[in-house]
């Protein structure tokens, strides 16, 4: 079965960090870009991160530049969103995916099943 889990997530008070796992089962991350997309309520869905399958490069959006990181490790066929530096204004449900962009429909490629983020004190 073709699927991405995901883990991680919760609740953290502002300026704490979380790491985000997207786990792909029934197929290879190797042959896909993986992006991390959030939607908090209310809003459309924006990309946050994006990694490259060919040479890793990477893409961040300003609102999380120099606070998020985006890794992949193809032996585990996992990738991992580390955040540090947590905000209110990153409270959103987190979705890995294998297309990147914003705004992307989730009738595009495969999506993982989202987790929860809260930043609150």
């Known amino acids: 079965q073709v699927q991405l889990v995901q883990s991680g997530g919760g609740l953290v008070q502002p300026g704490g960090s979380l790491r985000l796992s997207c786990a792909a089962s029934?197929?290879?991350?190797?042959?896909?870009?993986i992006g991390w997309h959030r939607q908090a309520p209310g809003k459309e869905r924006e990309g946050v991160s994006c990694?490259?399958?060919?040479?890793?490069?990477?893409y961040y959006a300003d609102s999380v530049k120099g606070r998020f990181t985006i890794s992949r490790d193809n032996a585990n066929n996992t990738v991992y969103l580390q955040m540090n530096s947590l905000k209110p204004e990153d409270t959103a449900v987190y979705y890995c995916?294998?297309?990147?962009?914003?705004?992307?429909?989730?009738?595009?490629?495969?999506w993982g099943q989202g987790t929860q983020v809260t930043v609150s004190s």
């Open positions: 029934g197929f290879s991350l190797d042959y896909y870009p």
């Open positions: 990694i490259s399958n060919s040479d890793g490069s990477t």
């Open positions: 995916a294998t297309v990147c962009g914003s705004a992307v429909p989730r009738s595009r490629g495969y």
